[in-house]
């Protein structure tokens, strides 16, 4: 049997931008990407803690140390800069792989900078 779960998240990221003119997706710093397990056209789930919007789009790489985390193209109509943020991805993972399967969460502060990085579950 396999169960969808939580791969890894970016908690409480900032939005530092919204492109409109972009054809789409979430550009973010590649420190914050590797930190994170992403993968580059990766599928992410992006949570607006400000407004409640909640959006599927995928993953761009952003330049790295920079802090970027933009909302490109529609996306960037469901958060304002200064946003908080959380960026999560799912992984399906077989019932036996469950016991050893812990997922990746990074902590972020004002800046996108990575305060802790942990894995829990």
């Avoid at 998240?9 to 900032?14: D, M, P, V």
């Avoid at 946003?83 to 997922?103: G, N, R």
């Amino acid at each position: 049997m396999m169960f969808e779960m939580l791969y890894s998240k970016i908690h409480r990221a900032t939005v530092t931008d919204a492109n409109l003119n972009y054809v789409g997706s979430i550009t973010i710093d590649k420190d914050l990407i590797e930190a994170a397990k992403l993968k580059i056209g990766q599928k992410v789930d992006v949570l607006n803690i400000n407004n409640g919007e909640r959006i599927s789009t995928y993953v761009i790489e952003g330049e790295r140390g920079s802090g970027v985390v933009c909302l490109n193209g529609a996306a960037a109509r469901r958060a304002a800069i200064g946003d908080k943020i959380i960026i999560v991805a799912y992984v399906m993972i077989d019932e036996k792989e469950l016991p050893d399967f812990k997922p990746a969460v990074i902590l972020v502060d004002d800046a996108n900078g990575i305060i802790k990085k942990e894995e829990y579950l």
